[in-house]
């Protein structure tokens, strides 16, 4: 990913208060990320940054569209994108990521890098199955399909509970006495 301090707050120089950004997350933001999940976007991000003195809360807002290929005809089409998450930044002794939303800063720490959560909190908004629109309305299955399998013991064409025990290999007989 190339740095861009674009999506970098300078948290050095906030009051400890609440703070409101504003980011156009456009094509050029989703070419940074060497990835091709998302091509291209327009994605407004709606930043409220609650500084105190132990604790900087991190809410995200997400909404717009980003361009999908569809999993079943390989068409682009743009999926709609809604997202609200919540990072959580602390003061300690090192930095590292404590938990996905959780993370540690030392107390001299400068800036708060944002483009890498932007990404993820987007990545994560989208569905598993990317469908065209035009198929989503389409129930999952047919139930005329030939490809639905059931699973039965009896020998095709009997229609009893028990059986033609003429068409059961004897070995199996045997095992019929048990009782």
Known sequence: M???AQYDINIAKLADKTHHFAFELDKAFF???EQQLIPEGQVHADVTLTKTERLITVDFDLHGTVRQICDRSLDEYDQVVEAHEQLLVRFGDQNQEL????LQITPDTQTLPLAQHLFDYIGLALPMKKLHPR???EPDENPDADAKLIFTTRPEGDSTEGGDNDDIDPRWNALRNLN
């Open 135 to 137: 198929f989503q309305n």
């Open 31 to 33: 070419e940074q990320f």
């Open 99 to 102: 938990d996905d939303n959780v």
């Open 2 to 4: 190339k740095k861009d």
